[in-house]
């Protein structure tokens, strides 16, 4: 009698214990309290927002420089992350699938820009949604006798035309350069973009050096042609460019400057009111800036339901549309841009509402087709590009083949081997 008691009352306990794991996985005892990480400030106000909109789920958001570095460690780990740098293999292995979210009773594919929804994908699942992204631009003055030929990109060969027909110089001094290659870092970082470098995660890095070789000799004989040399160029540089470049554009000193549209759209009213811009493209493609921000909810979240609440919330047009009412009438626009800094990687947002509250994109919101985004790259990429790639295309131009400088595998590696992290 008393064994038979003993395994009745270990087999009910078992079955607790079985039914009370049931239950917990179904959410019931979900936590209505969710932690967010994000290296974008915006993200305080959209929790705050999220917060005062319902009473059953909190949101906290904290911010981190580099949330995939911090997600790496494995100390703590949140509910979810809204950051850049989060489709390195390294970093979305910490996200569950959010196949559940993208149907007919949740978010749909469709709402959303198709190339960048893809790179969330995982072996078939999507496990990252995009948040945001930025385009390059060409910024000229409203006042240019003669714009770019397109009413919304203007093609590399035609900034290099424009830019030569620009120039005064007399007796080999310039008194107007229409753009200085070796004073913009970036642009030779969006050429070589657009001529196919294609550098994507590797071991730690990998790129198509032919095509990057094209573009540092297309570079180098534009600057040729145009601008003389890159020692002129320093020479004009030295001279005017203690001006800020929109006052140079204005002056008529120079007759591009470029810029990324979170950056343009944030500048001062009253200095952008003359300016006028262009997506910058080769043959109907436009290369996305690196940084975009994208979004996941972590496998290990103990607020499943609370999570999936407010991915619902904030993937919702009318509510990326109160961000951006709320924005202009605090004046949060003159420091951030749309949503989280960029465009809203839903399309209809972008296409339909950004325009209402950024008159100057009627009508200059280029085809999805044209829209290209960047290769899957390392967490440390933006340190990397800053300190590697960059400084590397600097000194490339400068010189005529690429045996006179150190070569970009040997810097790559020599950094590598000091900062894996």
């Keep these: 009698m008393i064994k038979r008691f003993f395994t009745a009352g270990k087999t009910l306990i078992y079955l607790v214990v079985i039914t009370l794991a049931s239950v917990n996985s179904c959410g019931l005892f979900s936590s209505n309290r969710l932690v967010l ?12 927002y999220f917060n005062a909109s319902q009473d059953k789920y909190k949101v906290e958001v904290r911010y981190f420089e580099s949330p995939a570095h911090r997600l790496a460690e494995m100390v703590e780990y949140p509910d979810i992350v809204a950051a850049s740098w989060l489709k390195s293999a390294s970093v979305r292995t910490f996200f569950r699938s959010l196949d559940s979210l993208l149907g007919k009773d949740g978010l749909k594919s469709s709402d959303f820009y198709s190339k960048l929804l893809a790179q969330g994908i995982v072996d078939g699942h999507q496990y990252l949604l995009p948040v945001n992204y930025n385009i390059p631009a060409m910024i000229f003055s409203r006042e240019s006798r003669n714009p770019p030929s397109n009413p919304f990109t203007i093609e590399v060969e035609e900034i290099k035309q424009k830019s030569k027909a620009f120039n005064v110089v007399s007796n080999g001094v310039y008194s107007r350069m229409g753009f200085s290659l070796s004073s913009n870092d970036e642009f030779l970082f969006v050429v070589a973009i657009l001529f196919g470098a294609a550098f994507r995660e590797a071991a730690p890095i990998a790129w198509e050096s032919q095509a990057l070789e094209q573009s540092i000799a297309w570079v180098q004989k534009w600057i040729e042609e145009a601008n003389t040399s890159i020692q002129v160029e320093d020479d004009f540089a030295f001279k005017y460019f203690y001006d800020p470049p929109d006052k140079l554009v204005n002056s008529g000193r120079i007759l591009f400057m470029f810029m990324d549209s979170s950056s343009f759209f944030t500048f001062p009213e009253e200095r952008r009111t003359n300016l006028d811009f262009r997506w910058i493209a080769a043959d109907d493609v ?89 290769n899957i790259l390392p967490r440390n990429w933006i340190a990397m590009k800053q300190r590697v790639i960059l400084p590397y295309l600097r000194d490339r131009i400068r010189h005529a083949t690429r045996e006179e400088v150190r070569s970009l595998e040997r810097r790559i590696s020599d950094w590598y081997r000091l900062n894996r992290d």
């Design 286 to 374: 436009i290369p996305l800036d690196e940084g975009g921000v994208y979004y996941g909810i972590h496998k290990k979240t103990k607020a499943l339901n609370a999570a999936k609440a407010f991915t619902k919330w904030f993937f919702a047009a009318e509510t990326q549309k109160l961000f951006l009412e709320t924005a202009r009438s605090n004046r949060l626009h003159e420091s951030s841009f749309g949503i989280a800094g960029g465009f809203s990687a839903m399309r209809t947002v972008t296409e339909q509402v950004f325009p209402q509250f950024y008159p100057d994109l009627l009508g200059r919101m280029p085809p999805e087709s044209y829209l290209s985004p960047p």
């Design 37 to 48: 990480w994000t290296d974008r400030s915006e993200f305080a106000l959209y929790g705050e």
